[in-house]
């Protein structure tokens, strides 16, 4: 990591109002490095990230990415009459020369606007689950509009279960970290599952599902919600871009109707809460008016979709020898991948449950 001059040099490329004098870590993500800047009063103004540009290889089109979608969104909100509007969307701040970011020889810098009286959490209530789930299908409705072309595909083909699956049987084939014959019973189980969860492509090229604009990483935790329980903002904009719709209930119900943690290493407590799961689809539905009678019948597999999606991505980073995602421990990818297998298995049990309660959710 940057010493803490450097990263007041890197703060003092950007166009802020307030002088930064410390950066310190901030969140949990497995990607980019994020840090909350304090002013001189030792007030939180500013988010700095340095984004991971070895996942995110083509800056450019990331960053006019979340110009497009933030700038979107603003109008939006100003259309609606909306106020305390920069809490309710991301405000990013350009360089001194006008860029989106900043490229410091090594690392490409970001920063934007510090959302005060904001908590992002790692499991919520029913109540806040509601609000989430309107929040997410709110998100999608003001994108559904968004010029088509405008939005480039920041990592290709990134909820594409089939090229998922192609980079988990290459990654089993150079068996890099030599991990391959320790995982046998899960190689076994996501191959079992393969056929049934690579269906959305298929409907896809059948020309039964359209793509539409995502957010495509809506964990628990890339939603601020106020004081009040209430949501002011989506965060994380990095994957927004066209793909499925079942991506975005999908990562939530991974994520917060999850009675355990993403890799807690006891299994027992890993399951889906129902209650959860009921709240999100509600608000989503509330919100989401866009959705086809497919799309919508379709939810609760976004759900397993996604579970399986990701244990598909912690085996391969796993057997890849840890290159992908940020780990706290060398077995932290199996971790993962075992509770998130769990919680599929759990999803499954729970599925026709699902379908019942959206059938009367239609009513
Ligand atoms: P990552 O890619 O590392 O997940 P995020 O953009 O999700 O990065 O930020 C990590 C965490 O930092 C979030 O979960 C949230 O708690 C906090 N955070 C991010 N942006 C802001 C902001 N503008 N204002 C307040 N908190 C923020
Ligand atoms: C990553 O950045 P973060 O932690 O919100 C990942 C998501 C995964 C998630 C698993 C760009 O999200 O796709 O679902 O970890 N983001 C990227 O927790 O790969
Ligand atoms: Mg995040």
Redesign the pocket.
Known sequence: MKTKEQLLHILAQFTLKDKAIAAGA?????????L?VINEQGE?KY?L?RINHSIFKNVDMLQNNIHAVTTHIRKKLEEKGETDINRKV?TFLPTKDGKLYHFDGDSYWRV????PR???YEEVTPEKSYEAGKAFGNFQSMLSDIPEGLLGETIPDFHNMTFRLQQFHDALKADAAGRADKVKNLIDEVEKHAKAMCIQEELYREGKLKKRVNHCDT?V??I?FDEDGKVL?V??L?TVMPGFVLSDIGDFIRTAANTGAEDDENLDKVGVNMDVFKAYTRGYLETAKFLTTLETAMLPYGGRLLTYMQTVRFLTDYINGDTYYKIRHPEHNLVRTKAQFKLLQSLEEHAEEMDAFLTQCEK
């Open positions: 901030f969140g949990n993500g497995h990607i980019n490095d994020t909350k939180a988010i990230q991301l934007c606007l510090f959302i904001s908590t992002s964990k935790n890339n601020l903002c965060i994380d990095d």
